[in-house]
């Protein structure tokens, strides 16, 4: 069956957006090419951990209310699965925390702040997910979220096999990287189905999902850059 017909197109759509959003490998986060190399320092793990647990609490909430907004239609499950998959991705943080040890005392472009604090770089992408959570359109909402996991879970792989090789890391304190380093593939499918043959179609509502996208693609950046500035 070709892949334009009305049952596939979702599916083309999701695919063809994070095509295009994806960064190019050259545009890797330092914190993760560093890693890869082996030259990455476990204290800057250490307030990725921090930083995640805000974030992913924050994001739960978004999540959930996204959920409500279309609660009588499949995108509403699939919203309330990813919110479910946020609560499991919390669980595994204080292993990895454990095994990467004290985090910096704090960016040095901001003077002194405690470990663990909230870093504003860190904590864009999810005070905008909580935005596009209120306002966003949630079939755009639910397609920049697809590309923007692919871009994440690359990361999360190349940390997550970094950190097994060059710093002997066992099973779980690699599970929060390993949790999302599986392929988006299958989140991808699942958002087609859920969204159906209309449920991001040309026009506004894909403009609209680019838009979203493209911002949780450089929050997502600005994020690490983040990171990569701590002392």
Do not use: K
Not at 94 to 107: D, K, Q, R, S, V
Request: charged share 20%; hydrophobic share 50%.
């Amino acid at each position: 069956m070709p892949i334009d017909q009305p049952e596939f197109a979702a599916e083309r759509r999701l695919r063809d957006l994070r095509a295009e959003l994806t960064p190019a490998d050259e545009a890797d986060p330092a914190v993760v090419t560093g890693f890869a190399a082996g030259r990455g320092r476990l204290a800057v793990l250490a307030e990725l951990a921090a930083q995640q647990e805000r974030v992913i609490a924050s994001d739960r909430r978004s999540l959930l209310l996204l959920a409500t907004r279309c609660a009588d239609g499949p995108l509403g499950a699939w919203f309330a699965g990813l919110a479910e998959g946020e609560s499991a991705a919390l669980r595994t943080l204080p292993a990895l925390a454990a095994a990467c040890g004290p985090a910096p005392a704090g960016p040095t472009y901001t003077g002194p702040a405690p470990a663990g604090a909230p870093l504003p770089g860190c904590q864009a992408y999810p005070a905008y997910l909580a935005w596009l959570a209120l306002n966003g359109r949630p079939a755009a909402v639910a397609a920049a979220l697809v590309a923007n996991f692919a871009a994440w879970g690359g990361y999360c792989a190349t940390l997550a096999g970094a950190l097994r090789r060059f710093h002997g890391f066992g099973e779980e304190a690699c599970a929060f990287f390993d949790f999302f380093a599986r392929p988006a593939t299958a989140l991808e499918r699942a958002a087609a189905e859920a969204l159906g043959p209309a449920g991001l179609t040309a026009g506004p509502e894909l403009d609209a999902a680019r838009e979203y996208g493209r911002l949780l693609q450089a929050y997502e950046r600005l994020f690490w850059s983040t990171l990569a500035e701590l002392p």
